[in-house]
């Protein structure tokens, strides 16, 4: 099953569920009001909403619409919870040497993790508005799972079982505030800004065989101001996301709808490219001696896709942004 | 106006008014159904609660009955967002050297703070589930202040008229987790399980002058099972809340009911004794040579009441909570 919310002026916006192809949608009110409140209940609601599914993709659906990419809110407009992992090693150690900082002891065994705001998720297409160029905006392109219920202290294999929806997302960072953060101990908090995503989450079974091991094993095709930026592929995540939703839930529980990133994806070959810029600002110092690229400055554009076969559309559809001046 | 929130089976729980001497409460259906959904709807609700508060104070206010802080939630059960500071320069001074931390770098002129789970926040009576007596189980006394919507890049000054309510806070920690969180720079996770509430919510006012220069000057009286643990004095918070809810709102808008947190409540005279355990271990080396005192066993309470006067009840009532087990 594929899901989107539309915007409608409500904090959790209207469910629709989504054709495979993603050119249909059609809002299912009697089911369940928002996508939210269909994870607060999804045994109840699941048959239905799978019902729906299978009628909109055999062109059964009377009531069915195009499909607007550029109607929609964040799939989730709001959730209980965002942590975001670094599950992508290379990532981390690069960043390690862009943010000048000491090692991260466990690294290589203990997932890493912090929790974003997750009360104002930006849509797929919606403006980025931010203070100032100078804070080092830069875009983070990740995969993310959104979970059911998960109980204090669950096992990584249990958790995987929790998983209910996946998602492709865009972790806004301010680089020029994100080493002060870390300096302090108490983690990431002006450094991330709102986070977007894709439109569409998709139910697990829509990857097939690209969800395996906990992983998704795509590639995260990344431009910036229309010029290909990277494509690194997911399956080389450290971390599977059941261990990352395991972390999460070690003290606590986390409730229907939290949302558990991978961190920015990243692979060790160089001929991946990246996601985001300041792995490639630390790879130019690296290989070629001087930081090269800058920040975005406003207007800037972002792509970001995860594609089955380059250039075939992808199962979470686009998430397209432009960085702007917050008004003042 | 004070408020509270009874149990009610869901997630925002039923919002109640409760009268200044924490006697009477009065179910309001007809103007909010929950404290979250009359903070998002303030102006258009204010004056109405304000006429049953009034009414309730003055003994006509028919329905009213006996307010029972053991049928209460947090005020707000789950919120928006739920960002901590460490605005008690003495507890982080304290802190960094029970963590054996490095100093935090500008911590006198730049507050501190982590974002913490605000999806599933405890009663001032509920029971307190943890995995492990291991993990060093701490309480941590703290004001905080909830808030309307605030716009990004808020000053301080406007920060201040942002705020709406007034609530006193146990923000439980796991000693032996949070080191290593600090030391990733991610910040506080594990570390942070659910954090309580004392039962009631109050509108600034309600102190009268004990709410001044952004503070709340009151002493927060501490008991672990039963003896006296500290009473240190809120006036004493070295950045006061315009200041920490603007250092949130530097890179992000705040949506109505974000709670921001002092930390923890904390004064540079020893005779007041401390608001957390790690705070009186690191005094103990410090003024003692060695530590003493433990952390929190299974079946500990701990008792939090800000007071006007010593033995007189307080304005947000009473913290009382007992760790347990967690079901495993």
Known sequence: ???????????????????RDLTRAIAVPSIATSLLDALQRWDEVHDALLDVSTAL??????????????????????????????????????????????????????PVMYQ????????????????????????????GVVCGPVPMGVTPSAALRCVRLLVQVNDWSLRALGPH??????????????TAFAPVAITPDELGGAW???????RLHVQWNGERFGEPHGGEMNFDFG?????????????????????????????AGSACIAE?????????????TGFMRFGDRVRMEACFDEGQPGPFGVIDQRVVAAAT
Chains 1, 2 share one sequence.
């Open 1 to 19: 099953m594929k899901f989107a919310t539309l915007k409608d002026g409500t904090l959790d916006g209207e469910l629709v569920v989504v054709s």
């Open 57 to 110: 993709d055999s062109g059964r659906a009377p009531g069915a619409l195009a499909f607007d990419p550029r109607a929609c809110a964040a799939p989730l407009p709001r959730s209980p919870q965002w942590l975001d992992g670094s599950a992508f090693l290379n990532h981390g150690r690069l960043m390690e040497q862009a943010f000048n900082a000491p090692p991260i002891p466990e690294f290589d065994s203990v």
């Open 116 to 143: 974003g705001a997750s009360d104002d998720f930006l849509g797929p297409h919606d403006d980025v508005p931010l203070p100032s160029e100078a804070d080092g905006v830069d875009f983070e392109g990740e995969f």
């Open 181 to 194: 953060e870390m300096k302090t101990g108490f983690g990431f908090l002006q450094a991330k800004p709102s």
């Open 212 to 218: 395996r091991d906990g992983r998704v094993h795509l």
């Open 243 to 271: 261990r990352l939703v395991a972390h999460a839930a070690r003290t606590r529980k986390l409730s229907a709808g939290t949302i558990v990133g991978s961190g920015t994806v990243s692979n060790v070959s160089r001929a």
């Open 280 to 292: 490639r600002r630390v790879i130019e110092k690296i290989d070629q001696g001087e930081i090269r």
